[in-house]
């Protein structure tokens, strides 16, 4: 069975706005919800949805996840829970994709999409069911979006006197794609009490180790 051709960026050229948002976040005290753990990228929306990104060798990586509410694709384990029929979301790929999914079934996870990226191009199996990939919303796939979900967690806990970042701002940190210091992050997270812009940094310099 053929794969089907995605348009998606280069995994690297996320690492910026990944890192960003991470940065922000671990500030926050939410680092949980968007983090790198070595070879592996993490976003979560807080509310069970959820995407991984699996750096590998020779430039490739696994993107997969579920978001639990649109998700209509079931595979494996899900298709039994939810006694729907099964969506294989390995059909006709490569085997190097399986190593990633395995790790996910063995955490008990259900799984609602599967994305191979070769080193070059972007590739899931070939289905017509929506996965859930574009409504979980990974804010690294533009800076738009990035930028959006910075100023939301920042408004979400406001500075004592008042105010935002710019976007010139939060742009700097992206820019600075994961060689962050607590200058950066300082910028863009209010400078009130519970905020750790040296967490924030860290978190977004993990990102350098994929």
Aim: contains cysteine.
């Amino acid at each position: 069975m053929a794969l089907v051709k995605l348009d998606l960026p280069d995994p690297m050229a996320l690492r910026g706005r990944w890192a960003a948002l991470a940065a922000v976040q671990a500030a926050s005290g939410h680092g949980e919800r968007c983090r790198a753990l070595r070879p592996l990228w993490h976003y979560d929306d807080g509310h069970g949805s959820w995407i991984d990104l699996h750096h590998l060798d020779e430039g490739r990586a696994v993107l997969l996840g579920q978001d639990r509410n649109e998700s209509e694709t079931y595979y494996a384990e899900a298709a039994d829970f939810f006694e729907e029929k099964e969506t294989d979301l390995l059909a006709g790929a490569p085997e190097w994709w399986e190593p990633p999914v395995r790790r996910v079934r063995d955490a008990e996870l259900f799984l609602g999409f599967v994305y191979g990226f070769d080193g070059s191009t972007w590739h899931r199996a070939e289905y017509d069911l929506e996965d859930g990939f574009r409504s979980v919303g990974l804010p690294a796939l533009s800076t738009d979006r990035t930028r959006e979900t910075i100023l939301a967690a920042v408004q979400h806990r406001p500075a004592a006197g008042g105010g935002e970042p710019s976007h010139r701002q939060i742009d700097a940190l992206i820019a600075a794609d994961g060689e962050v210091d607590a200058t950066l992050v300082a910028a863009v997270a209010p400078p009130t009490t519970g905020w750790d812009a040296e967490a924030g940094a860290a978190a977004a310099r993990a990102f350098l180790a994929a």
